[in-house]
């Protein structure tokens, strides 16, 4: 056996000083001695969170040419793709470059399939179709990696600081992605941002997602509303605690995966949670656990349902809102409902305003779904204001609370990612902050690799190109 095996026979002991810590009782403080932490990675750019925004920025900049490094929390790719059990994928198409490859991939796997106006995947194979695409593509990833700490000098992110098994680490990058979903890495590193709803700061409830089996004979849902009745009359039968949500159009949904006989369900709602405060998240996936239990037990009672078994509650909570971070143009539900484009457009979105109610006792509002126009995302709601050497992509990018229950989804998550992970990786070669970068020219670029931009070609051309889906505000 190798000398320096840590795993060699006999006693350990932790290598290195005892990290010095005084506690102050009286005011229940750890006093924390100064400590220099090892820098084990110094890359181009760096990804915190390896999500739908999180993946596809790493995969831009790996395959731009960037030394690439994705951090993650869990133990698979994906986030709530994966993590969080979601199906269906909205809002693909005509995004082209990396979302027109992972769906390609998921096509050849036979892990694609049409649900409604969209199409599910099996997660099992999108955890692997995404290990590869990152394996190909040159990137490098570390999961059971917390990012704890920002790296911030005179004003510009440096890197992060991370811990896990390893202990506490620094990584220095030339260009950090926060596509960690909360924005955790700007916020650490002073970035202003919003949190919740204008006013009272509450956010949409959360979600744990869960699957059964034994859906063959439930046909494809119409309507949330028809589901909703149907479990009514169910519990007016079984009994039980009252139904998490009210009639709404966005709750309850029985979503047939690729997977054959099974679905994903999205139906637990808990609300008023802090998706900042851990205590809270233990709460909210404990009550959120205990339904997906009740309400199995009570989508026995519908016709077609009988014979459903919970499979299993997602590994993680899916959040559906926390800190969106103030960037250098914040999107605005006049620009999503009027369909507004900006010249350094880098994505759009073409999906309603899917807003689901903060509070329990609004929930005869919930569902609310607008039309919309497809409407461009540009690259300065990426980059934020406070902070330089910073992109934001995903659900945490600059926007109004409504505007995020549109822009949230995954396909247009993963839109903003490519377009951050190119944005870094020219930045790093050119040796460029990204608000130094041209949003337009990153616009052509972007149009250079595929990736679908509005304003270019039409809407009918991006969609019909790719996979003829149904635009949903026909
Ligand atoms: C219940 C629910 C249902 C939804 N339904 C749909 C749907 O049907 N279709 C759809 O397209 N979209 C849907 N959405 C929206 C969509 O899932 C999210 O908005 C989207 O996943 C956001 O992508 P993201 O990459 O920004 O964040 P996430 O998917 O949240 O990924 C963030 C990643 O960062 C990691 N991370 C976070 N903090 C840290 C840290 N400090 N250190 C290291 N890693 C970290 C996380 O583990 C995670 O992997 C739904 C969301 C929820 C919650």
Known sequence: ????????????????????????????????APRSTRIVADIDVLVVGGGPAGVAAALAAARSGARTLCIERHGMLGGVWTAGLLNPLF?????????????????????????????????????????????EAGAQWWYYSYVVDSIVENGRIRGVVVESKSGREAILAKVVIDASGDGDVAARAGASYDLGREGDGLCQPMTLMFEVDGVRAFPIQQNAGELYDA??????????PALPFGRA??????????????????????????????????????????????????????????????????????V??????????????EDISTGRFFEDDVTFGNFPLDVHEVNPDEVARSGRIHATRPFGIP????????????????????????????????????????????????????????????????????????????????????????????????
């Open 1 to 32: 056996m190798n000398a320096s095996n840590p795993h060699r026979a006999g006693p350990h002991r932790h290598e290195g000083p005892v990290h010095a810590m005084n506690v102050d009782h009286p005011r229940r403080l750890v006093i924390e």
């Open 91 to 135: 809002d693909t198409p005509g995004k082209g470059w990396l979302i027109a490859d992972l769906i390609a991939r998921l096509k050849q796997a036979q892990a694609w399939q049409s649900w409604k106006w969209t199409h599910t995947f099996d997660v099992e194979t999108m955890k692997l179709v995404l290990e590869q695409m990152m394996q």
């Open 320 to 333: 559906r809102e926390a800190r969106r971070i103030h960037g250098h143009y914040r999107l605005t539900v």
């Open 231 to 240: 479990l009514l009359a169910s519990h007016k039968v079984r009994g039980g």
């Open 379 to 474: 690259y300065r709601a990426l980059l934020p204001r406070d902070v330089a050497g910073l992109l934001v992509a995903g659900r945490c990018i600059s926007g109004s609370h409504e505007a995020h229950a549109s822009y949230r989804v995954t396909g247009t998550c993963m839109g903003m990612g490519q377009a951050a992970g190119l944005a870094a990786s020219i930045c790093a070669a050119e040796n460029k902050l990204p608000h130094q970068l041209d949003g337009v020219h990153l616009r052509r670029s972007l149009l250079d690799k595929g990736a679908g931009v509005l304003g270019e070609r039409t809407i009918e051309q991006l969609v019909g190109d790719l996979h003829g889906d149904k635009l949903l505000w026909d």
């Open 249 to 318: 159009k966005n709750v309850p949904w029985i979503i047939h995966t690729a997977r054959a006989d099974t679905a994903a369900v999205q139906a637990t709602h808990v609300y008023r949670v802090n998706a900042l405060d851990t205590r809270e998240l233990t709460a909210a996936t404990v009550e959120a656990r205990r339904q997906a239990h009740e309400l199995t037990r009570l989508l026995r009672g519908v016709p077609g349902l009988e014979n459903i078994r919970l499979i299993q509650t997602a590994p993680a909570i899916g």
